[in-house]
């Protein structure tokens, strides 16, 4: 194992130890019996909207150790293209999901309002501390993963000197042709940022924005790989994707917004017609635990406890300017952003 | 002698001389009674669904609001006609490139044959998709290997050729029109036989008169079949703009009405759009009835006739280097590449040895939720489509061309209709008609098998009428002359006749449903999953190092099949409707 990874186990422990001493989780005997209920299903179909298949992978590996007996399957979608396939099967009355995960706020919100999720109070969540109560709706939807979006330059073309500084830098002229992003109307997070430029920059941005000749990718992790072969020379990209990039060799650097990196909530739940709901519970306590934080952590996202340190190479949100969205703003927002987008960009 | 031109009912009974013993209503209008139920229960019933369903509201009166709803923004104007400017652009092209090479092969002594046909076959075996990958990862503006090798070899800053813009898109559709329209034209120019070019070359005509004013005007009907066929198909594709057309911020008809269907869906919103595209292609049909009007086309009949090649002398190295640049377009430099990502770690690494690896196949076969499992799905439904299809298709082509039913037109134009329907369109209609109570098949594997049986009845109805069109009936009259029934004729004549080109329409159905993705849209559930939404799916993580090793076990996995399919039928596997 070279540094980067040695390193990185020592947080992923200490991380775990950490989350496991401050919060509740569920009894030990409680577990147990939810873990039999769970076997006897088998099998849990995961509507993955929102981690990467790799994460996804780790993730599918750390859950069958620690609760053995149930094979989970990651339906990986964007956000959005979860979401209309998740809409159409419950349209036509059909259960394929028993765990729905997205980056856009605004599909729980839906999901909630249309009664389509189960009550169920994970309790290992109850750790959270009340700060974030905004950002989801206990017994409904939970936040599974946080992290920062933010920039990223290929350093083989551009200079430490000429690399961008900020968000405003994407509508620069100076970098027409050379800029990657992703389309809200497939990405979940990508909305969310979109969101984001709209509350800092007004609606002008997206003009300015398609003037500059950006590629427009149809997932987050789209950005990132197009720095990694050279196609582009700057981008937006959550921080997970630009570590797995870096780690794999690629030129990229890391560049925090002067602005605000912009913090990021997905959530997850559990679909209230489930065709496997023991499953279902044990995975959301899963997610909603230390080792599953432990995972994304390690990956260069962040923990909604502050306590919890961050990967080496990745800055602490206190550390930075960052800003969040709160899941009304997200909700109300990200619907007609899509609009606006597809207007101002012709596709 | 009883001619068979006249409608069974009028013959009573003696058509279907020796089963006098039977009612009336003979086993052959019983026959073709059920043959049109099932014809029109399958393409009817959903196209009219989706005729109605645009023009109910939901307390069930008629109204066009779904209409003004579908076309309530600019773009949505643009995107028809951004899709027509497609269709007009890849048809030119593809007919431009194809139709010259289609000569030299069917009717010259151009050398490598074999291998120029071969080459052909393996383009449509791949993926609209897949091809489009490929050329990104040549032709992506600043990363594609063209790319790099200009900029790097004249030190200019930008690429030579940008994938991401309209010429892009033509050329990627073109390079998968163009299969098509080689293999009819090919087919068409095959059965002519020399004589009438030697009456021109008696006469004085040159190669090029001849091949103008004689051989062409004969494959005319091939010619502007295979011209409406490109342009429908410019029309229909929707894996190739979703990776193209938007990066390159080109909205088409099938990116937008795939807008349709985010929640909430609006069925007959999209129901609505769909309907000018349509109009547009009876309007084709028409155009095509007007310009082939009556003639006649029989070129195969119980006499021998003799083919000789025409030799092309001191245009034979030009043509096969034209042959040559045409297929490393199309296949050699996409392919290299994307064989090239399969074993790589990552594709832009290039041609280094500690890029190579076997992980994503290992990954794909042994890791991924789904990958194997697409393609076991994939080979079910196209196997079952493609036996469905050419069982149909026999049936309804014979009925057809022999006109044996007043409603033979009805039959072809059921047969034929569906494939002037772009996939994502049939794809709604059947998910309106078909997946709700009280048909109720939304998520099953039957819905998936139906929308390819639909999609590719008339390719089957196509080739089979074609080789049925080149018997002449001289020969089943031979037969009814002497007392023998239609059926023996049919058994004995005509079924030898076009033994090859029965097995050729299953594959060549076959192998279209492997590679279709717009009529799998709306219709599959995750267990149903076929293996062209797998590949979506892999550009969405922009995963193409996994793209680039499934869609090369697929192609393996086609090939092996095609090369059973060769093997089988001989050498002139790829002549539909041909002499045997």
């Known amino acids: 194992m070279n540094r980067t990874q040695t390193s990185g186990a020592t947080f992923v422990l200490a991380a775990a130890i950490a989350g496991w001493l401050t919060g509740p989780a569920l009894t030990q005997e409680s577990t147990a019996t939810l873990h039999k209920a769970a076997q006897a299903e088998k099998t849990l179909s995961w509507c993955n909207g929102s981690l990467p298949d790799a994460s996804a992978e780790k993730v599918i590996n750390a859950f069958g150790k620690q609760y053995p007996g149930i094979s989970v399957k990651s339906l990986r979608a964007s956000s959005q293209v979860a979401y209309q396939r998740l809409m159409q099967d419950l349209e036509n009355n059909m259960h394929n999901c028993d765990v729905f995960g997205s980056g856009d706020g605004s599909h729980f919100a839906e999901l909630a309002r249309r009664g389509d999720l189960m009550q169920y109070t994970v309790a290992s969540a109850s750790s959270i501390n009340a700060q974030f109560r905004d950002l989801y709706e206990p017994g409904l939807y939970y936040p599974a993963t946080t992290f920062l979006m933010v920039m990223a330059y290929n350093k083989n073309d551009v200079q430490a000197a000429d690399a961008p500084k900020n968000w405003s830098d994407l509508i620069d002229p100076k970098w027409k042709g050379k800029v990657a992003i992703a389309h809200p109307a497939y990405s979940g997070n990508i909305g969310n940022w979109a969101v984001y430029m709209e509350s800092l920059y007004g609606p002008e941005f997206f003009q300015k924005l398609a003037k500059n000749d950006p590629l427009v990718g149809r997932s987050s992790g789209d950005p990132a790989a197009q720095l990694a072969s050279g196609e582009r020379k700057i981008g937006i990209t959550p921080m997970a994707e630009i570590l797995r990039a870096i780690n794999k060799g690629a030129p990229i650097e890391i560049v925090y917004p002067s602005d605000g990196s912009l913090v990021i909530v997905t959530h997850m739940a559990v679909l209230k017609k489930a065709p496997h709901p023991n499953a279902a519970k044990l995975f959301m306590e899963f997610v909603m635990g230390p080792e599953f934080g432990a995972i994304m952590t390690s990956e260069g996202r962040h923990s909604l406890d502050p306590a919890v340190p961050t990967a080496p190479g990745v800055k602490r949100i206190s550390e930075i300017k960052a800003g969040r969205l709160t899941i009304d703003q997200v909700k109300n927002g990200i619907p007609p952003l899509i609009e606006r987008w597809n207007a101002t960009f012709g596709g | ?580």
């Not at chain 2, 069930?60 to 076309?71: E, L, P, Q, S």
């Open chain 2, 1 to 580: 002698m009883v001619s068979i031109d006249r409608p069974i009912s009028a013959v009573g009974g003696g058509a279907l001389g020796r089963f006098a013993v039977l009612p009336r209503v003979g086993l052959g209008q019983l026959a073709i009674f059920i043959l049109v139920a099932i014809l029109a229960f399958i393409v009817l019933y959903p196209m009219g669904g989706l005729l109605l369903r645009s023009l109910r509201d939901p307390s069930g009166g008629y109204t066009v609001a779904h209409y003004i709803d579908a076309f309530s923004r600019a773009r949505q104007y643009q995107a028809y006609i951004n899709s027509l400017l497609l269709g007009v652009a890849v048809t030119g092209l593809t007919l431009a490139l194809a139709v010259p090479m289609a000569w030299a092969i069917a009717r010259t002594d151009m050398p490598f044959k074999k291998l120029f046909r071969t080459a052909v076959f393996g383009t449509y075996i791949m993926p609209a998709y897949l091809l489009a990958i490929g050329w990104i990862l040549l032709a992506s503006p600043n990363a594609g290997w063209i790319n790099k090798l200009f900029m790097g070899s004249t030190g200019v800053a930008t690429g030579i050729f940008n994938i991401y813009s309209f010429s892009g898109l033509v050329l990627v559709i073109t390079l998968s029109t163009f299969p098509i329209v080689f293999i009819l034209v090919t087919a068409a120019l095959e059965v002519i036989s020399s004589e009438m070019e030697d009456a021109a070359n008696i006469l004085g005509a040159g190669r090029l008169r001849t091949g103008w004013y004689v051989t062409l005007p004969l494959v005319l009907p091939a010619i502007i079949g295979a011209s409406i066929i490109s342009f429908l198909e410019a029309l229909s594709l929707v894996g190739t703009p979703t990776l193209i057309a938007i990066p390159a911020r080109i909205s088409v008809v099938t990116t937008e009405l795939q807008q349709f269907f985010n929640y909430p869906i609006k069925v007959a919103a999209a129901a609505a759009y769909c309907m000018p595209l349509l109009v547009i292609t009876i309007l084709l049909l028409g155009v095509r009835k007007l310009i082939l009007g009556r003639k006649g086309f029989v070129t195969l009949t119980g006499k021998g006739a003799e083919r000789r090649v025409i030799p092309l002398g001191v245009w034979k190295w030009p043509m096969v280097l034209y042959a040559f640049i045409v297929v490393c377009l199309m296949l050699m430099l996409p392919s290299v590449v994307l064989v090239h990502a399969a074993f790589a770690k990552a594709w832009f690494r290039g041609w280094a040895w500690d890029n190579f690896t076997l992980e994503n196949f290992r990954y794909l076969i042994f890791d991924h939720s789904s990958a194997m499992q697409s393609v076991v799905n994939t080979g079910v439904y196209s196997g079952t489509a493609a036996t469905l299809a050419v069982l149909l298709a026999v049936a309804a082509a014979y009925v057809t061309t022999r006109k044996l039913s007043r409603l033979a037109l009805f039959i072809t134009f059921m047969c034929i209709i569906p494939f002037v329907i772009p996939g994502i369109i049939l794809a709604i209609a059947i998910y309106a008609s078909f997946a709700p109570p009280p048909v109720a098949l939304y998520g099953t594997m039957t819905i998936l098998v139906l929308a390819y049986l639909i999609r590719f009845l008339p390719i089957a109805f196509v080739s089979t009428s074609a080789a049925i069109g080149g018997v002449h009936p001289e020969m089943e009259e031979a037969v009814r002359s002497l007392g023998g029934s239609q059926l023996l004729a049919i058994r004995k004549i005509v079924r030898p006749l076009i033994n090859k080109s029965i097995v050729a329409a299953w594959l060549l159905v076959f192998i279209g449903a492997t590679r279709e993705l717009s009529s799998a849209m709306f219709l599959y559930v995750p267990q149903t999953r076929p293996m062209s939404i797998t590949l979506l799916d892999l550009s969405m993580e922009n995963q193409l190092e996994l793209l680039a090793a499934l869609g090369f076990m697929m192609l393996v996995a086609t090939f092996v099949v095609v090369f059973i399919g060769t093997r089988l039928l001989g050498r002139d596997f790829m002549v539909i409707g041909g002499r045997q």
